[in-house]
């Protein structure tokens, strides 16, 4: 420092430096010179050493500094690790959500997140225990929520004596409630001794279990690739209105543009819900979303959230049941096509419930899917295969007089050949016009009351709705 603040002897000019050698030799000493001399010299060390002090407390400051960043990243550390800690805990408490036989991947009939364990790693039933949110919901349910005024719509069929199991499979398909389907179920002519007369009557207006069955060509598509798939026989097709009960399906499909008008908008003030609200009367049996990523969101701005049953599948496809009407009998999902890979996303699959009419006891096999990317080719297996799996999907997964409705953003338009090989087999009630027309409504059953075309609601596709005549 000292350096910095004076040049170094070398570096005067020869001249300046031999004048003062010279005057250095040449003075007389003067009495006390070498104290003089010391103190001179302590002087240039004392002017060093404060020099040198002020970097010194830089340095002391900066230490500090560094020490007070250090902590207040141990505390941030200390709450991160605490937010993962409850996320564990949610996470785990969402692992053991009951689920329904037969459901792979996701089968429980609360609303579910999209990559929940599988139906396997799971018990096939159970009864909550006490710390679980299910248990807390039924608790509620059976000491205050029977007790409300409108404990009949909220728990159809149950009374203040029902047992713990029944309240909670009143709540299974609660999508708050998350409540896993109990063992050892009430048969339906227990339940109707204990009042509930609408388990009896679908009982017993109960169809053949056989399923509906699919009749291959022996033609492969797609040979090959994982979504390969059999051309059905000629002439052959899903047909049916069931067992001709007169009654009406009235379904809605909806594409709801999630990222942006949930994620970016923030919902656009409901836009969506205040659409299905609107054109709820009469009500839907139905609802078929996709890119749907919070059911309950959407149900809720809608006002129908204690209403309907919930149910979210992989893929961002939701499932939506009015619970006054209809009974679930099973839910599932299965892959039936993959985007190509150039505008790859991922797999693409067809979700399905299905659902016995309380008074009649018809049933309906209801499937959502979300077709595969580029637009109109069909994905990674072409349209065909794309077309074939669905098919073959709904054939195995109906029994034999349930009426079918098959619906969904198929990314695909009335031109492509998943939308000609899908009319060739079903009939084709209604196709929106949105992206040239990808979203479409398909049934077993030909008689249509009436179809409508709702509007965006704030999304990039319309949502339709059609009235099936059974």
């Known amino acids: 420092h000292s350096s910095a603040r004076r040049p170094p002897s070398d570096a005067m000019p020869s001249a300046a430096k031999s004048a003062a050698e010279t005057a250095a030799s040449s003075a007389p000493p003067t009495p006390g010179g070498g104290r003089e001399a010391r103190i001179a010299i302590g002087s240039h060390e004392a002017d060093g050493a ?10 002391m400051m900066m230490a500090a500094g560094t020490m007070a960043t250090l902590a207040l990243c141990w505390v941030l550390a200390g709450l991160v690790a605490s937010s993962d800690s409850t996320l564990e805990e949610n996470a785990s408490v969402d692992a053991v959500v ?16 999209a990559g929940e364990s599988p139906e396997k790693e799971l018990p096939e039933c159970r009864t909550v225990e006490e710390g679980e949110p299910c248990h807390r919901h039924v608790m509620y349910a059976m000491t205050e929520g029977i007790r409300q005024a409108d404990a009949a719509e909220m728990y159809p069929g149950l009374t203040a004596e029902s047992t713990f199991e029944e309240f909670q499979a009143a709540l299974h398909t609660d999508p708050w409630a998350r409540c896993p389907r109990p063992c050892g179920l009430p048969q339906p002519e227990e339940a109707a001794k204990k009042g509930d007369e609408k ?11 056989e399923s509906f069955g699919y009749e291959p060509s022996g033609r492969v598509v797609a040979q090959g690739q994982w979504c390969q798939s059999m051309e059905p026989q000629p002439g052959w097709g899903l047909r049916g209105c069931g067992n ?4 009406q399906v009235k379904v809605l499909t909806y594409n709801l543009f999630w990222w942006s008008l949930f994620g970016r908008r923030g ?8 659409l299905i609200q609107a054109a709820n009367d009469p009500p839907f049996d139905v609802m078929a979303f996709q890119e749907c990523e919070g059911l309950g969101w959407v149900l809720g701005d809608a006002g129908l959230s204690g209403a ?8 961002a496809l939701c499932i939506a049941y009015r619970r006054e009407t209809w009974n679930l009998l099973a839910d599932s999902s299965q892959n039936v096509a993959e985007d190509r890979a150039d505008q790859w996303y991922g797999t693409r699959a067809g979700m399905w419930v299905r659902l016995q009419h309380w008074q009649t006891g018809q049933i309906v096999l209801f499937i959502n899917h979300h077709g595969p990317l580029p637009l109109n080719s069909g994905g990674r297996c072409g349209g065909e295969a794309t077309a074939f799996n669905l098919l073959q999907l709904a054939a195995q997964q109906a029994h034999e007089g349930d009426v079918i409705i098959l619906v969904g953003d198929f990314n695909a338009g009335p031109d492509s050949q998943t939308l000609q090989n899908m009319r060739m087999r079903m009939n084709s009630v209604m196709t929106g016009a949105a992206f040239g027309g990808v979203d479409h409504i398909f049934s077993s059953c030909p008689n249509v ?6 509007g965006a609601g704030g999304s990039d ?6 009235i099936v005549q059974l």
């Open 267 to 274: 919902g656009n003030g409901g836009s969506a819900g205040h």
């Open 199 to 209: 388990a009896a009557r679908a009982e017993d207006g109960a169809v053949s279990t």
């Open 50 to 59: 404060a020099a040198d002090g002020a970097p010194r407390r830089r340095l």
């Open 308 to 315: 309907y049953g919930a149910i979210t599948g992989p893929h």
């Open 461 to 466: 596709h319309d949502a339709l709705e059609a």
């Open 244 to 247: 001709g009960h007169g009654i």
């Open 449 to 454: 009351a009436g179809t409508r075309n709702l």
């Open 98 to 113: 009951g689920t329904q036989a037969g459901f792979d991947p996701f089968s429980s009939a609360a609303v579910r997140r």
